[in-house]
Each structure stands twice: as C-alpha cells, then as structure tokens.
Nanobody
Framework: QVQLVERGGGLVQPGGSLRLSCTTS????????MGWYRQAPGKQRELVAR???????NYEDSVKGRFTISRDNAKNTVYLQMDSLSPEDTAVYYC?????????WGQGTQVTVSS
C-alpha cells in the first residue's frame, strides 16, 4: 500500500518560514519524481516545485528564490523549505510522487499565512 504523509503545515505570519516534509512508503522512492502542489480556495491545483530522481529541480515562478525543494532518498522523504511567505501562499499543499504512469498523492497539509 502506497502512502505519502505530509507534515509541517500551520499558521505563520507574513515573512515567516515553514518546512514541509512528505514521507513515503510502498514505493521505490529513489526512482520517483517528487513534487509539491498547492490548491487555494476557489483555484485549481498548481505545481509549486518538483525534483527529479536526478535532483533536477523546477519551480513555479512566484516561488522562485523563496522556496527550496530537496529530497533524502535514504529517508524516503521530500522537503519544501518555504521562506518569505506571503498571504498569497495560503493553500493546502499536496505531495506528489510520479514514475511513468504512476501518480500518488498525499492527503494535504494546510498552510495559512496571516497576521
């Protein structure tokens, strides 16, 4: 059974930081491309950042320079370091694992940026 468990969401003030983690089980983590998506109320889910199995990364334009995605294959975990957070970053953040036609999702973690 495949599981992706996200942790680290919460309430933070504008300008603050959060670190999300997503720990997986049931997949060969090292061969999967891992991503973080987010969905704000009334909006479509969008890609925030992705890291390929070869460590290549890509980011959505609005988070470049503020967010950093990384992975630890030994821990089957992907991270999203989020700095300089703004209210526009408020959303449910989802972890995604992709290999070929296989896609798996976590349950999501809420990130709220508010003073």
């Amino acid at each position: 059974q495949v599981q992706l468990v996200e942790r680290g969401g919460g309430l933070v003030q504008p300008g603050g930081s959060l670190r999300l983690s997503c720990t997986t089980s049931g997949i060969t983590f090292s061969i999967y491309s891992m991503g973080w998506y987010r969905q704000a109320p009334g909006k479509q889910r969008e890609l925030v950042a992705r890291i390929a199995r070869g460590q290549t990364t890509n980011y959505e334009d609005s988070v470049k320079g503020r967010f950093t995605i990384s992975r630890d294959n030994a821990k089957n975990t992907v991270y999203l370091q989020m700095d300089s957070l703004s209210p526009e970053d408020t959303a449910v953040y989802y972890c995604n694992a992709n290999f070929g036609l296989n896609y798996y999702w976590g349950q999501g973690t809420q990130v709220t940026v508010s003073s």
